[in-house]
């Protein structure tokens, strides 16, 4: 069976603290895709990054970073220095092939980010 | 721009009755996908199709129905079989795949909010 999990449902952060979400995932798959996507309170999901399963460099943009290790099955999420425009819920979500009803998302339950100013 | 439009934005459905969410796509992606979002969850699986004139049940499909005469176009009914309606509709749409397997982000519209009255 495929599964996300965010354990973290929701975090509330002072504006410029650094957050991190967790993600752990499962699958019997040796190929296979995880992606973040944020969807903010006017309800569109917003891809943020991708990464395969084989490639486990951490990958960093702006003020965005994520953290794969395949030895822990997680994908964690660090926002560093955050804004109050980081305040949104996030998802975490597991891609396996197509033989898998059509390559669907997987998602976690999402965690809901709260910065204060 | 391309992107996926999804309509209406907020529907209400009266008890018996069968309403029809649209999405249409101008991605030329090949595959496309409805969800549905419950308050504090992640998204689920209702339908998914990979090509015209085809189309496959996911996790939840019990209690709706949906069509793909056109590559840019994948309506969702809701029919009066689905008790309980009331949720978040997210169509996506994902490029095609070679091998299998896909690393391209499903690309989401903006959801339909459906409550019933």
């Known amino acids: 069976a495929q599964k996300v999990t965010q354990a973290q449902t929701e975090i509330s952060v002072v504006e410029k603290e650094d957050v991190t979400l967790d993600c752990v995932y499962e699958?019997?798959?040796?190929?296979?895709?995880l992606f973040w996507y944020k969807q903010p309170p006017s309800g569109e999901l917003v891809f943020l990054i991708r990464?395969?399963?084989?490639?486990?460099q951490n990958e960093i943009s702006g003020r965005y970073s994520w953290n794969f290790q395949k030895s822990t099955s997680s994908f964690n999420f660090t926002i560093t220095a955050s804004q109050v425009v980081d305040s949104a819920v996030y998802f975490c979500?597991?891609?396996?092939?197509?033989?898998?009803?059509?390559?669907?998302?997987?998602f976690g339950q999402g965690t809901e980010l709260s910065v204060k100013p | 721009d391309g992107g996926i439009t999804q309509s209406p934005k907020y529907l209400f459905r009266k008890e018996g009755q069968n309403v029809t969410l649209s999405c249409e796509q101008n991605?030329?992606?090949?595959?496309m996908y409805w969800y549905r979002q419950d308050p504090g969850q992640g998204l689920r699986l209702i339908y998914y199709s990979q090509i015209v004139n085809d189309f496959q049940k996911g996790d939840i499909a019990e209690g709706y129905s949906v069509s793909r005469e056109k590559k840019e176009s994948f309506p969702l009914t809701v029919t009066s079989a689905q008790k309980n309606p009331t949720a978040f509709y997210l169509c996506?749409?994902?490029?095609?795949?070679?091998?299998?397997?896909?690393?391209?982000?499903?690309?989401f519209g903006d959801g339909t909010r459906l409550s019933i009255l």
């Open positions: 990464r395969n399963s084989f490639d486990e």
């Open positions: 996506a749409s994902s490029p095609t795949w070679t091998g299998g397997y896909s690393n391209q982000p499903q690309h």
């Open positions: 991605l030329n992606h090949d595959a």
């Open positions: 979500a597991l891609r396996g092939g197509f033989y898998n009803q059509g390559g669907k998302l997987i």
């Open positions: 699958t019997r798959d040796t190929t296979y895709y």
